[in-house]
């Protein structure tokens, strides 16, 4: 999957778990602030790119410190490379 | 942060207060902190004593619930009114045939907004954030009337004892902003309560709170005089929002609101400058 591929499928499962338009998913959105996701929204989208990517990231640290699209891009690309993205 | 009255004497829109303003500041502050501590005090110690009364005569959980629940409802209605004539309150029910209960749900402004539900002639609990659980006597009246501190339990723990009241018939008002804008912004929506009423399929009403976000301003004490417009809006029904999404719901029902207040705000714009036109004849 190349990193284009990447985030295509990204803004997809916003899309459809969210309806949130295309057009919002920039990679300066703040997921908080500019999508208005809450924490319990996060806990869904955790388990959508979990079902997505067929990755374990529910305890991964790492996912604390997310706030925009692009850090959700960079730390599922950086993960890809320690774990097959399904 | 506190203001202090010589900052209060400031006047949104037209920069200093009139002498006139200055005297309906000053009238509304005066009667209210001293009618407010006396009916307050009386109030609290007789609701009390009810309250107490009907615990030893009962001896039922349930209904000693929801006589506090009530007596904290009708003490909001009278302190909510209170300000009048210098800051008064107009109710508008778009639909007062709904049957409780509910999931209601108001954008955030001010303080006073904790009283605003008081008009709902429901029982009801609110959810709360942390500030009040600081405030010993206010922590007290919310532990007995079961309110629901959203930030000390999670989301499993609030479902179910948001369930269990939505259950009992009991209505539950929510601030789903989390925190006051003190300005007329409406902040994003946290879901919490939407998920509450998707989970025991109970309407939801939108309630817009307009114009009091300086009665009282965001850290500061004072009222001022204003009218303040509360619309309860048309419910949201378990069918309409079947299926979807949480994310969805908030945002859609948020949408309701903030279309309600926009509207509103172009009213008072428009009767501003009729005012103003009428006034430079």
Not at chain 2, 120 to 137: D, R, S
Not at chain 2, 154 to 167: D, I, N, T, V, Y
Not at chain 2, 189 to 195: D, E, I, Q
Not at chain 2, 202 to 209: E, F, G, L, N, S
């Amino acid at each position: 999957m190349t990193d284009d591929e990447l985030i295509r499928a990204v803004n997809e499962v916003f899309i459809d778990s969210f309806e949130i338009p295309p057009e919002k998913l920039t990679p300066q959105a703040l997921i908080f602030q500019d999508l208005g996701l809450d924490s319990l929204d996060v806990v869904d989208l955790v388990a959508a790119i979990q079902k997505r990517f067929k990755v374990q990231v529910r305890d991964d640290e790492r996912v604390r410190s997310i706030r925009s699209m692009q850090d959700l891009y960079n730390y599922l690309i950086l993960i890809r490379g320690e774990q097959k993205l399904g | 942060m506190t203001t202090s009255l010589a900052e209060a004497g400031t006047h949104r829109g037209s920069g200093q207060r009139t002498i006139g303003q200055w005297a309906a500041f000053l009238s509304l502050n005066i009667w209210f902190y001293t009618i407010g501590t006396l009916f307050s005090f009386v109030y609290v110690t007789l609701a009390g004593l009810w309250v107490l009364l009907c615990l030893a005569v009962t001896r039922n959980r349930r209904k000693t619930q929801y006589v506090i629940r009530r007596a904290i409802s009708w003490y909001g209605w009278v302190i909510i009114r209170l300000p009048w004539p210098w800051a008064r309150l107009k109710f508008v029910d778009y639909e007062p045939d709904a049957k409780p209960p509910f999931v209601v749900v108001l954008n955030h402004r001010s303080s006073s907004d904790a009283y605003v539900g008081a008009v709902l002639p429901i029982e009801c609990v609110q959810v709360l954030n942390v500030w009040p659980n600081h405030v010993p006597f206010l922590r007290f009246m919310a532990r007995i009337a079961t309110y629901l501190s959203v930030r000390e339990m999670p989301f499993e723990e609030f479902a179910a004892k948001g369930s269990r009241l939505l259950q009992q018939g009991c209505s539950v008002i929510a601030f789903p902003e989390g925190t006051r804008s003190g300005s007329t912004k409406l902040n994003s929506f946290h879901g919490a309560c939407f998920r509450l009423a998707q989970m025991n399929r109970v309407k939801i009403v939108p309630m817009a709170v307009f114009g009091n976000e300086r009665i009282p301003a965001r850290g500061a004490p004072w009222l001022n005089p204003g009218k303040v417009i509360l619309s309860k809006l048309v419910s949201v029904k378990p069918e309409q929002y079947e299926g979807m999404s949480a994310y969805k719901l908030k945002n859609m029902v948020r949408d309701m609101i903030a279309a309600h207040l926009e509207a509103q705000a172009n009213e008072a714009r428009g009767t501003a400058a009729t005012g103003a036109k009428h006034a430079a004849r």
